[in-house]
């Protein structure tokens, strides 16, 4: 008998029929006090070797349906490794279908990223001497929201400040924030060892946690998409983004990286502040030389597909990336990876992946070194 679950950290799932193997329908969660929904995650008991169909009937009303188009489902069996399963968009569904080799198999949107590996991670981190762990505050659901601190401050070295999972589906992000902060705690690593004597970071690997743990696409405990809510963050709507934007204005910020996910387009790449009224041309040319410096160091990253700009329209300086680059005069960049796979460089078996995501985020350290021996604006 074929049992379908979503009970558990970042599960998201609602079970229309599950009687039948070959025709297994489903629906999508949508956040709390929010029509945002796109994320899934669930698990699949009592169904080895037998060809699953499975229909997730409100497709069709995700937010971002631009995103099914070319995307495949994750799937594990011990939530360790995830390879890509056939799936089609058709007539509003999304449809799964896979023959399982294990009686538990999980399907997911992308690679999850479990609290309880973040709280790994916190742990995992602050056993080095270079990093120090902050507890910002509690957030709606009471979670703690950590920030990593690596390295010393001093009066001589630049704040560069970088922050993931706004929108807690988008799992890539932290993926690549433990890339990142695996290098950059390296001891054998002189490329980190060097920007950490003319650097320091803070890091907020988990922007928000309620929703990840509640399995939300991209809002928080209350509904709110704190990618919107950085022009006047409220601490019983959006605690997360003040608390950030409290610590920004006591250590400064040089440069800001923001780590995001995109459900449509299929491969890596940087939105800058391009269209904001208020942006420098120095700050702009640093944002683009960035971005080539990235590109020479990873195939994995390109130039040519982006965001529009003026994308934003009105809400510009409600984001993130928009609003800390005003506040504080800096280069302010979101790096958006995909769900899908990165279509010029595809891989087969899994796709746009955690590791490639972390290998990304290693990355990051050269256009980072470069900007700061090039000297500050």
Sequence with gaps: ?????????????????????????LRI??????????????????????????????????????GWPDYRAVASYDRQHWFRVPTRYVDGELVIEHRPEHNSVYYAYFAPYSFERHLDLIG???????????????TLDGHDLDLLQIGTPADNKKAIWLIARQHPGETMAEWCAEGLLARLLDPTDALAGKLLEQA???????????????????????????NREWLE???????????????????????????????????????????????????????????????????????????????????????????????????????EMPFKDYDLRPDPECGWSPERSAKLGESLLYPLSTWLDRGSL
């Design 233 to 335: 963050p409220h601490a019983e709507r959006s605690p997360e983004v003040l608390l950030v934007r409290e610590r920004m204005r006591q250590t400064g910020v040089d440069l800001f990286l923001d780590l995001h996910g995109d459900e449509a387009l299929p491969c890596n790449f940087i939105a800058g502040q391009e269209g904001s009224p208020e942006v420098r041309d120095a700050v702009l040319q640093q944002e683009r030389q960035f971005q080539q410096d990235l590109r020479a160091v990873n195939p994995d990253f390109q130039l040519e597909r982006g965001y529009p700009v003026g994308k934003f329209g009105p809400e510009m300086m409600t984001i993130a990336g928009f609003w800390v680059g005003q506040a504080f005069d800096c280069p302010a960049m979101t790096l």
């Design 124 to 138: 995992w981190a602050q056993q080095s001497p270079l990093c120090q762990v902050h507890t910002l505050g509690q």
């Design 1 to 25: 008998m074929i049992n379908i679950s979503s009970g558990f950290d970042a599960g998201n799932i609602e079970v229309i029929s599950q009687a039948e193997a070959d025709d297994i329908q």
């Design 200 to 226: 320091v970071f803070y890091l907020v690997p988990n922007m928000n946690p309620d929703g990840s743990v509640r399995g939300h696409l991209r809002t928080n405990a209350a509904g709110a998409n704190l």
């Design 29 to 66: 969660r949508k956040d709390r006090n929010s029509d945002f929904f796109q994320w899934f995650h669930y698990r699949v008991q009592g169904a080895a070797d037998q060809p699953l169909r499975m229909r997730l009937t409100n497709a069709g009303e995700a937010a971002y349906v631009d």
